[in-house]
């Protein structure tokens, strides 16, 4: 079965819960009861069309105020694919939920209002998808039926995105443009009559055909060791197993591997899933390794092949967006935790902010506000065991936690 | 011998998110009501560990309501399975007057759980309790955290939810705070009913059809029970039926059903228009039942 995991973002307008509405909908994903519930709301609120985004703003204050303010994660499928939509609100002050929602996904929608073309938040939403280097986005414009399906308005908001593009940092992503109305259901699941200029796929064709061999980001392999597994029952008396899950690249029984940070080598002896063994550990499989070798190996430790060594340093600089409401200032200490590893992280120097109107950036910073993104460096108490987030999108990241109120403070990108 | 590429991505990630509640927490707990996806929970387990038992214990929230066959299962698998199993019951928190029983044509135990699953969390001293919750279930455990950080009274603070980004789980909490950990949040009810199909997972007998004395009422199919309030105009009659959901015998309510077996349930489910809460009668009593209940501490 293969699952596609993508981050929709868009302004308070944009439409953006009715276009996922209109994907479940026209998918028949929405069941009897939900569609009642729908209608039953639409009518009371005095609409004479079906609010589809009722299906999806979960919480009170959401369907209040009609607005989304936290990540939603919305589920349909086809006998194709199954999807997992995150659902994020637009604004500058949830950026945080951007960069969280877009850190677990594979493809992104950005919708723009064909009205409106290529505003701000467009900016935004386009700068965090490839800052998070997410492999495929579709840019919607969105209400085209209220621009008569003009194709020179499509055109314009193309060639403004365009102009976009050139300043971004990860040139390998792929950008498809779709002319829809969300409301009306143009092009999101079926062909509409509407845009006969418009030669492409629908917006559920183009998502159907994306492979997951080329959606997810490769690297090199990387074997993060989350727990040891030792039975000490009669049958598995000497069993000393490495469970985790493998990242970047796969790994193979009789692979010569180095345990870090000990840097001692030993060979995969076995593979296990569940009670069958593997010759082959794939990438983003949950496996137990066993190795040749009576090697000490613990929970935070890293096993990984013995040409392909990550950096091994104590400090680094990197892209982070700061997510608290408390600011984050030069010389604070957190808890890093990169993958399952925790270490100490004092920052060292904040180099610059990036502007919130990504009109450029600000040299002139030694503090940060929620929903800020910066060049920041760190020093740590312990070496960890790291790739450039470019080269390998799981073991270039991190998060950083408040030492007194546990909460996920940040998230970062290594350089 | 094969490679690990056949494998559901999320299995892959379920089995992770129980090794991280056993690396994180000192004293976790897999919370198991008898249903489709605790049994889930309790196979992801087995196969997070092995060759290693289930490395915490599981823990029955017992309304007293419940579907004898649950019961029976339940005691069945964890005899064969070899796993600890702590009960607690919404009977005494009501004898000890923590809780009042609710009357009336359409009273249930189900949000009586709440303050014995809290009493027994504090008991035991949990700090993490594994759920079977999906966030398709329901809009608001739709915004639910896949480790969801709760305080002393239990509460959930939806506003106040922490990010977490890729795979990273953060589970640090103060003393007195615990963690509700969901594995299966990504899982649809398909995908659940998919995988107990591939897997070949014994299940309930209730989850297949069989004939029961039911009554009808607001449109839907409800159990003749002791447990269940019913007026004299209700008449009983007796179909075949089946459960999609299992809950409390008040507040789960049946659906016509031919289907036998785990594949024609399959079947079913994926031509079914109606989603899987549709059934359960808790969540039918307001637009925001769902959000209510998680804010004061249920799962």
Redesign the interface.
């Known amino acids: 079965?293969e699952?596609l995991k993508i981050a929709t973002a868009g302004s308070v307008d944009d439409g953006k819960s009715t276009l996922i509405g209109r994907l479940l909908y026209d998918t028949?994903s929405l069941?009897?009861?939900?569609l009642e519930?729908i209608e039953k709301?639409s009518k009371q609120k005095g609409y004479d069309y079906l609010d589809f985004s009722l299906a999806?703003?979960?919480?009170?204050?959401e369907?209040e105020q009609g607005i989304t303010?936290?990540?939603?994660?919305?589920?349909f499928?086809t006998p194709k694919k199954?999807y997992?939509i995150a659902d994020t609100p637009g604004h500058v002050e949830y950026t945080?939920?951007m960069?969280?929602g877009a850190?677990?996904s594979q493809a992104a929608i950005i919708l723009i209002d064909a009205r409106k073309g290529v505003i701000e938040q467009t900016n935004r939403h386009f700068f965090i998808n490839n800052l998070l280097r997410i492999k495929d986005v579709i840019v919607a414009i969105n209400k085209m039926d209220l621009v008569d399906f003009s194709e020179s308005v499509y055109s314009a908001i193309k060639a403004d995105f365009e102009a976009l593009m050139g300043k971004r940092d990860y040139k390998g992503q792929n950008i498809t443009f779709i002319p829809v109305s969300a409301l009306k259901g143009d092009n999101v699941v079926n062909t509409s009559t509407n845009t006969p200029w418009y030669e492409g796929q629908t917006l559920l064709e183009h998502l159907e055909e994306l492979d997951r061999k080329d959606i997810y980001n490769v690297g090199t392999p990387r074997f993060p060791v989350?727990?040891v597994?030792?039975?000490?029952?009669t049958?598995?008396h000497d069993?000393r197993?490495f469970?985790?899950?493998v990242y970047g690249g796969?790994l193979n029984?009789g692979d010569e591997v180095v345990a870090l940070p000990s840097q001692t080598k030993s060979k995969i002896k076995d593979?296990?899933?569940?009670?069958?063994?593997?010759?082959?550990?794939?990438r983003?499989?949950?496996?137990?390794i066993t190795l040749e070798d009576e090697i000490n190996v613990s929970?935070g430790d890293m096993l990984v092949k013995v040409a392909d060594l990550p950096t091994i340093d104590k400090q680094f600089t990197a892209t982070i967006s700061w997510?608290d409401t408390k600011n984050l200032n030069s010389g604070g200490k957190y808890?890093l935790?990169h993958?399952?590893n925790k270490v100490l992280a004092k920052i060292d120097s904040i180099h610059y902010k990036i502007n919130p109107d990504y009109s450029g950036i600000d040299e002139n910073v030694d503090s940060l506000n929620i929903n800020d993104i910066a060049k920041v460096s760190f020093k740590l108490n312990k070496p960890i065991f790291f790739d450039a987030f470019k080269d390998h999108?799981?073991n270039g990241?991190?998060?950083l936690?408040d030492t007194q109120t546990?909460?996920?403070v940040g998230?970062g990108f290594i350089d | 011998m094969k490679d690990t590429s056949y494998i559901n991505p999320l299995e892959n990630e379920a089995i992770y998110i129980m090794r991280e509640v056993a690396a994180q927490f000192e004293n976790p707990v897999l919370l198991f009501s008898g249903g489709k996806d605790s049994i889930t929970l309790v196979r992801l387990a087995q196969k997070a560990f092995y060759p290693a038992k289930i490395p915490f214990p599981l823990m029955h929230i017992d309304t007293g309501h419940n579907f004898p066959e649950t019961i029976e299962f339940r005691d069945r698998l964890v005899n064969e399975l070899g796993l600890e199993l702590i009960v607690r019951n919404v009977q005494e928190s009501i004898d000890q007057g923590k809780v009042k029983e609710e009357t009336g044509r359409y009273s249930s135990r189900n949000s009586l759980q709440t303050t014995t699953l809290l009493d027994a969390i504090e008991e035991f001293r949990f700090d993490a309790c594994i759920g079977g919750a999906r966030r398709d279930e329901e809009k608001a455990r739709a915004k639910e955290r896949i480790f969801s950080v709760r305080d002393d009274f239990g509460q959930w603070d939806e506003k106040n939810q922490r990010p977490e980004l890729f795979d990273m789980l953060n589970g640090q909490i103060e003393m007195g705070q615990n963690v509700r950990v969901f594995p299966i949040s990504n899982w649809t009810e398909l995908d659940v009913w998919s995988y107990i199909e591939k897997e070949q997972i014994e299940i309930p007998s209730i989850y297949f059809a069989h004939k029961r004395k039911i009554f009808l009422r607001d449109g839907l199919i409800w159990s003749h029970s002791d447990f269940v309030y019913q007026e004299d105009h209700e008449e009983v009659l007796e179909e075949v039926v089946r459960f999609r959901t299992v809950g409390d015998m008040s507040c789960t309510a049946a659906v016509l059903s031919k289907a036998e077996d785990i594949a024609s349930v399959v079947q079913e489910i994926r031509e079914s228009t109606i989603s899987e809460r549709g059934a359960r009668i808790d969540d039918k009593r307001s637009e925001a039942a769902m959000e209510k209940r998680k804010q004061q501490g249920y799962f």
């Open positions: 079965m699952v028949k069941t009897t009861d939900k519930a709301t999806t703003d979960g919480l009170v204050a369907r303010i936290d990540v939603a994660h919305i589920y499928s199954s997992i945080r939920n960069v969280t850190s677990t989350q727990y597994i030792r039975p000490k029952t049958e598995f069993f197993g469970a985790g899950k796969e029984v593979i296990y899933f569940y009670n069958e063994k593997c010759q082959t550990a794939s983003r499989s949950s496996v137990t929970r997510m808890v935790q993958g399952i999108r799981t990241s991190f998060i936690i546990n909460n996920t998230a």
